[in-house]
């Protein structure tokens, strides 16, 4: 399997898996247009599209795309049911694509319906976990959110995490205002920044990356906890995880 990102909008990237017959599946693929030439560019055959929610920069091109290939499968959870989901997925389903199976994972936080798509080692996790990040609570609780953190937090550690956005250098600083000087986490925003300096991808990351750099994978951390306790006190993970999600929003 390939895996290739195709950037669209400001800071999105639509993730295409593909075989070496050219098969392929589309991940969120919120403008048509640079799918289409990625398509002409490479002669895949789409097989299926995967939808994560219901946002337009991850479905706003897949009408135009149905129109051109009328028979394709496009699944996704209820939420886009009216933005051209024709396969409606939940918990725990299992699609067989391109010979592999994918598991639905219920990811409720950034939207209600939310989901994602899990096949080792690849994820799909749309606006669910970003790398250094979590997605902005738009519909859900921070407690939703902490629980399908969870969820995602249980993969394989050689998962990679194949999430929506280009948004690893500005969680990193975040990051490192509530943990100056931790180590794992200078050494990654170097990286970053580096790669950012060149405009290249900072994805996908490995689950095993993020528990060392993810602030909101780290609500168990005795750091995290310590530089938390400066400002205030709070005993549950799920409490320092919404308390974190708080400070992320006003940075
Ligand atoms: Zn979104």
Not at 113 to 132: A, E, R, V
Not at 229 to 235: C, D, G, V, W
């Amino acid at each position: 399997m390939n895996l290739i990102s195709i950037p669209a909008y400001q800071d999105n990237y639509i993730w295409v898996l593909s075989q070496n017959d050219g098969k392929c599946l589309i991940v969120d693929p919120g403008e048509a247009a640079p799918v289409l030439t990625a398509i002409a560019q490479f002669g895949w055959q789409p097989e299926a599209i995967l939808l994560t929610h219901h946002h337009n920069d991850h479905v706003g091109g897949v009408k135009e795309l149905l129109q051109k290939y009328p028979a394709l499968p496009v699944y996704g959870p209820q939420e886009t049911a009216n933005k051209g989901a024709n396969h409606v997925v939940n918990e725990g389903d299992k699609i067989k694509l391109l010979g592999y199976e994918f598991t639905v994972i219920a990811t409720p936080g950034h939207t209600l319906g939310h989901i994602c798509y899990f096949s080792h080692p690849y994820l799909f996790c749309g606006d669910t976990m970003f790398s250094g990040g979590c997605g902005r609570l738009f519909e859900g609780t921070a407690d939703q959110m902490y629980q399908s953190f969870s969820k995602l937090n249980a993969l394989p550690e050689d998962t990679l995490i194949c999430c929506a956005h280009e948004y690893t250098l500005s969680n990193l600083t975040f990051s490192l205002s509530i943990l100056p000087h931790d180590p794992d986490l200078n050494e990654y925003y170097r990286k970053v920044k580096e790669l950012r300096a060149k405009n290249h991808i900072t994805l996908p990351t490995t689950l095993a990356e993020e528990r060392k750099i993810n602030v909101f994978l780290r609500t168990q951390d005795i750091d995290i906890i310590k530089a938390i306790s400066k400002e205030t006190t709070l005993q549950q993970p799920e409490q320092r995880f919404a308390w974190l999600r708080a400070m992320k929003d006003k940075f």
